[in-house]
């Protein structure tokens, strides 16, 4: 059964393009309810440790590089099918192959620098979410 949990992180281009605000209304706007949030700069190392499951992919040190660039803003968010919704609601990886309407369409500048992050399934929303919320919400 699906748990009504997901974790998404706005990533450092759309900080920096001032996408936060128009984001956060889109996913609001879609039915969800923010539990926990906040800003945080992380090291490159902390980077690391967050996207390991990649660390034998080509562009792994591109990523880690790009995610410790400047400030991203983690979100645990709540919603029925959480997970599942909200992986349509970003749209594809690369944007230029997203569907129209979607947040990484609306808002990436492109594949590696692609505005949100989305969890791919309930047990990795839940241990992405432990990771920027110990203390759970
Ligand atoms: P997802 O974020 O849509 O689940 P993943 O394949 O899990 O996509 O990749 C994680 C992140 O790594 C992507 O969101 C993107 O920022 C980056 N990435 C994926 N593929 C490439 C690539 O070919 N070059 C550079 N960065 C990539």
């Given at each position: 059964?699906?748990?009504?949990?997901?974790?998404?992180?706005?990533?450092?281009?759309?900080?920096?393009?001032?996408?936060t605000?128009?984001?956060?209304?889109?996913i609001?706007?879609?039915?969800?309810?923010?539990?926990?949030?906040?800003?945080?700069?992380?090291?490159?190392?902390?980077?690391?440790?967050?996207?390991?499951?990649?660390?034998?992919?080509?562009?792994?040190?591109?990523?880690?590089?790009?995610?410790?660039?400047?400030?991203?803003?983690?979100?645990?968010?709540?919603?029925?099918?959480?997970?599942?919704?909200?992986?349509?609601?970003?749209g594809?990886t690369?944007?230029?192959?997203?569907?129209?309407?979607?947040?990484?369409?609306?808002?990436?500048?492109?594949?590696?620098s692609?505005?949100?992050?989305?969890?791919?399934s309930?047990?990795?929303?839940a241990?992405?979410?432990?990771?920027?919320?110990p203390?759970?919400?």
């Open positions: 059964m699906p748990t009504n949990r997901t974790f998404t992180m706005i990533k450092p281009d759309a900080v920096i393009d001032g996408f605000g128009p984001i956060i209304q889109q609001e706007e879609a039915g969800y309810r923010i539990v926990a949030i906040k800003k945080v700069h992380l090291t490159p190392e902390e980077a690391g440790k967050f996207y390991e499951v990649h660390k034998e992919r080509p562009f792994y040190g591109e990523l880690c590089e790009y995610m410790s660039s400047n400030p991203i803003i983690p979100m645990i968010l709540e919603k029925e099918n959480a997970v599942a919704d909200f992986r349509e609601l970003i594809a690369d944007p230029a192959k997203a569907a129209e309407g979607t947040i990484r369409k609306r808002f990436a500048r492109s594949l590696s692609n505005a949100i992050h989305g969890s791919d309930d047990e990795n929303a241990i992405e979410g432990a990771f920027f919320f203390n759970g919400n």
